[in-house]
Structures are given as C-alpha cells and as structure tokens.
C-alpha cells in the first residue's frame, strides 16, 4: 500500500466516525456530512491518486454502515468525486470562502442523489426541510475543515501541489 493510503485512509475512517458518532436527537439533525467533506479535500488535494473508486469503497462502507440502500451513498460519493477531480484546479484557486460556496452545492447534490433514491424506493424522509441543514453546516465549517487537513497533508508530506 503506497504512503498516500496509509495516511488518507486512517483520515477517511475518521470521517466515518464521526459519522457513525451517536448524538442526542435535537443536535443531529446538524451534524454535517463528514465523509464527503473529506473525500472532497482529499479527492482535490491528491487528483492522480484518489478518485471514484475511492469513493465508491468509501460510499459502500457508510451504507453498510447507515443500514442505508446499498449503494446509495456509493453512487452519490462517485458523482461528487468525479466532479471534483474535473474541477480540482479551479476550485484550488478559489478562496476559502468561494470553496465553501462550491462545497455547499457539492454536499447539496450529494444529499439530492440518496433522496431520489430513498424516494425511488418509498424511503424518502417526511422532514426534506432538516434533510438539507447538514450541507450548510458543511459549507460553514469547511474553512477550518480545509486548514486542519491541509496541514495534516503538509506532515505526512503527501503532496506539495496546494
């Protein structure tokens, strides 16, 4: 296993995690969607090596996981990834804030594909108003998101690319 994984890895299962991280019922509605904020950190910062497979493994263990359709999240993650890896360049050279903006609609879509399919399969949540909050929560921490792993990435010297 090359270096890279060894280090994305271990930060990908702590995103899941703190997924999987139990919380009282009136906050949990506001936990943002951790997984995909690092696969979309991690998809951007190292493009040649991580990708949609990555996310697909990653997409498969959090439906396991949630107890979620299998594949659900799998194919939700691979879009984001996908798009990500099309569109890494820009998004580096936008400001943090700019990212956040570009997260948000990342994180909404991502929430858009596992509705349209929770509701292909008569799962859709009754509440589809708190079903988003976690993609704005997301876009407002992930400045700080983005320092902490950049920072991370920049000591296990993964990369010198951004």
Excluded: N
């Amino acid at each position: 296993m090359s270096r890279c994984y060894r280090v994305v890895v271990p930060f990908m299962l702590l995103a899941l995690m703190l997924v999987m991280l139990p919380l009282p019922e009136w906050i949990q509605v506001f936990r943002p969607d951790w997984l995909t904020l690092f696969l979309i950190y991690w998809v951007m910062a190292i493009p040649e090596r991580l990708g949609v497979v990555f996310a697909w493994i990653f997409g498969l263990l959090l439906d396991v996981t949630q107890g979620a359709i299998l594949g659900q999240h799998a194919i939700a993650l691979v879009f984001v990834a996908f798009f990500v890896q099309l569109q890494y360049q820009r998004i580096r050279m936008f400001s943090l804030l700019q990212q956040a903006l570009v997260i948000f609609a990342l994180l909404m879509f991502k929430q858009l594909i596992v509705l349209w399919v929770s509701g292909i399969v008569g799962q859709a949540p009754e509440d589809i108003a708190s079903y988003f909050i976690p993609s704005a929560v997301g876009a407002i921490i992930w400045p700080w998101l983005f320092v902490l792993l950049r920072d991370a990435r920049r000591r296990f010297t993964l990369s010198k690319r951004f």
